[in-house]
């Protein structure tokens, strides 16, 4: 009787040590996660590079295959890699479900081809948003002659199709892009939706300014948000 007090004890102890165990606080939340799974949405919010590329892309085909509803770009980059970013474009353009883009804070360099690369009529920033547009750049060191000319060769090539991809999504001449974007071309929201790099300024996630002219001069708005749009 005098052996079995202390083992008692000792069983209400562990008792006491497994229930605290359980009680342990929850993981904390993973918005982007959350957002991901319950809304579609995918964030390119850093530099555009390899990594990040593998994941917006593995993002969009899963998405994808799950069902054809629009997705959600959130952009905020200053750009990045030309090749990395053209994975992200071509996944845009080829899987089945639009991509709605939505940039916020900023869209530089290749990340404002991904901006203008979003499902026409969906493509949005926020009010002081800024887009930036430039022909690419190289770096080299110490390079031989020969080498540095293939290089610009390339360079150039890479750059006619990012001018390419601005033209068909922008409707602008390539002529006029390869002018302007000779040196760093910065736009406010409201420029680049003259531009026609995006079609709203978003003023609330629950409603949307529109104002897209057409050729007639006209506001034209999107199917969706023409009823709860108002006139900026």
């Given at each position: 009787?005098?052996k079995?007090?202390p083992?008692a004890?000792?069983?209400?102890?562990?008792?006491?040590?497994?229930?605290a165990?359980?009680?342990?606080?929850?993981?904390?939340?993973?918005?982007?996660?959350?957002?991901?799974?319950?809304?579609?949405?995918?964030?390119?919010?850093?530099?555009?590079?390899?990594?990040?590329?593998?994941?917006?892309?593995?993002?969009?085909?899963?998405?994808?295959?799950?069902?054809?509803?629009?997705?959600?770009?959130?952009?905020?980059?200053?750009?990045?890699?030309?090749?990395?970013?053209?994975?992200?474009?071509?996944?845009?353009?080829?899987?089945?479900?639009?991509?709605?883009?939505?940039?916020?804070?900023?869209?530089?360099?290749?990340?404002?081809?991904?901006?203008?690369?979003?499902e026409?009529?969906?493509?949005?920033?926020?009010?002081h948003?800024?887009?930036?547009?430039?022909?690419?750049?190289?770096?080299?060191?110490?390079?031989?002659?020969?080498?540095?000319?293939?290089?610009?060769?390339?360079?150039?090539?890479?750059?006619?199709?990012?001018?390419?991809?601005?033209?068909?999504?922008?409707?602008?001449?390539?002529?006029?892009?390869?002018?302007?974007?000779?040196?760093?071309?910065?736009?406010?929201?409201?420029?680049?939706?003259?531009?026609?790099?995006?079609?709203?300024?978003?003023?609330?996630?629950?409603?949307?300014?529109?104002?897209?002219?057409?050729?007639?001069?006209?506001?034209?708005?999107?199917?969706?948000?023409?009823?709860?749009?108002?006139?900026?």
């Open positions: 009787k005098k079995s007090a083992n004890k000792k069983k209400q102890v562990i008792a006491k040590l497994k229930k165990a359980a009680k342990k606080p929850p993981a904390p939340v993973d918005p982007e996660k959350v957002l991901f799974v319950k809304n579609r949405v995918v964030f390119l919010n850093s530099t555009v590079d390899i990594k990040m590329a593998r994941s917006i892309v593995a993002r969009l085909l899963y998405l994808d295959s799950e069902n054809n509803q629009p997705i959600q770009l959130i952009i905020n980059s200053p750009g990045g890699s030309v090749s990395s970013g053209l994975a992200i474009y071509d996944t845009m353009k080829a899987i089945s479900s639009p991509v709605h883009t939505y940039v916020i804070g900023r869209a530089s360099s290749m990340a404002a081809i991904l901006a203008a690369a979003g026409p009529g969906h493509r949005h920033a926020t009010r948003a800024q887009i930036m547009i430039h022909e690419i750049s190289f770096a080299h060191r110490h390079s031989k002659i020969t080498d540095l000319r293939i290089r610009m060769e390339n360079s150039e090539t890479v750059n006619e199709v990012l001018v390419g991809c601005l033209a068909e999504d922008t409707h602008k001449e390539k002529d006029k892009l390869r002018k302007l974007m000779q040196r760093d071309h910065y736009m406010t929201a409201q420029e680049a939706l003259g531009f026609n790099i995006i079609d709203s300024i978003i003023t609330s996630f629950g409603a949307q300014k529109v104002k897209s002219p057409d050729q007639d001069g006209k506001t034209q708005a999107s199917s969706e948000t023409k009823n709860r749009a108002q006139p900026q």
